[in-house]
């Protein structure tokens, strides 16, 4: 049983607060990708329930995409994997997040360390705008409180920028600002940014939705190239990247005012070829959301 902040009373499901934040521990080795397991996650905000028992397991190595129509409770459920939904006051949650089969809220565990193990790249590319290209990669580093020498962070920005598909346009100007980049550029800056410390699953929340067709191709080609070594989890509206770039899909959806569910989960071409539920071979055919 997780939980946040806090928690309205009648409800049956309890919750316990999370741990503070505490120092990040060292970089280690390179880990292999990580298997989330989501059990029967409810979310609120204050008295509203916007997700009701959401149990989903996101395996290792795999691109598991969370579709749906507006409102259905995705971008929660993604930030619920990485603690992010605590930060916003009144939001609390009941369920449990496992990492490898360990609790992602256990009291024990550090914010830093679950926010390290679990990045997020978000819906507009953020890359600090004023610093450089280089010191973009390797802010992570500071923030979780790992040190590098100068060596060894050379290597990792030219590791993570060649991961994120950017090292060969930006290998000759690293010194100048993030900023500078066009969009697509900025958010691989944030794929390396959130490679750095080496996490073992990465979040997408709609990566591609400010992007042109050609730089949403090119992040759809490094989502495919990362997964090898990470697992991703991404919110995506477009049916076709969708299709493109997952494994696996789990369908949300939130009916006439309920909370949001997940309605059918499993391997991407039969969600799309063969869906179980009507609701589902609805959806995903374009007949509403
Ligand atoms: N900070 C917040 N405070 C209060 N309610 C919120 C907050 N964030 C989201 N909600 C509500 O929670 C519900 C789920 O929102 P969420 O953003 O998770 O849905 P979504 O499926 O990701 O939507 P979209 O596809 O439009 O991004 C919605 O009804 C939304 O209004």
Known sequence: MTGTTSMPAADPEAVRPGPAGAPPSPAGPSSPAGALDARSVSAWFGERKVLDRVSLEMPAGRVTALIGPSGCGKSTFLRILNRMHELVPAASLAGEVLLDGEDVYAPERRLTEARRDIGMVFQKPNPFPAMSIYDNVVAGLRLTGIRASRAEKDRLVEECLTKAGLWREVADRLRQPGGALSGGQQQRLCIARSLAV?????????????????????????????????????????????????????????????PGAVVEHGPTEAMFTAPVDQRTSDYVNGRFG
């Open 198 to 258: 080496r996490p073992k699953v990465l979040l997408m929340d709609e990566p591609c939705s400010a992007l042109d067709p050609t730089s949403t191709r090119r992040i759809e080609q490094t989502i495919r190239e990362l997964v090898d070594e990470v697992t991703i989890v991404i919110v995506t509206h477009n049916m076709q990247q969708a299709q493109r770039v997952s494994d696996r899909c789990a369908f949300f959806l939130a009916e006439q005012g309920t």
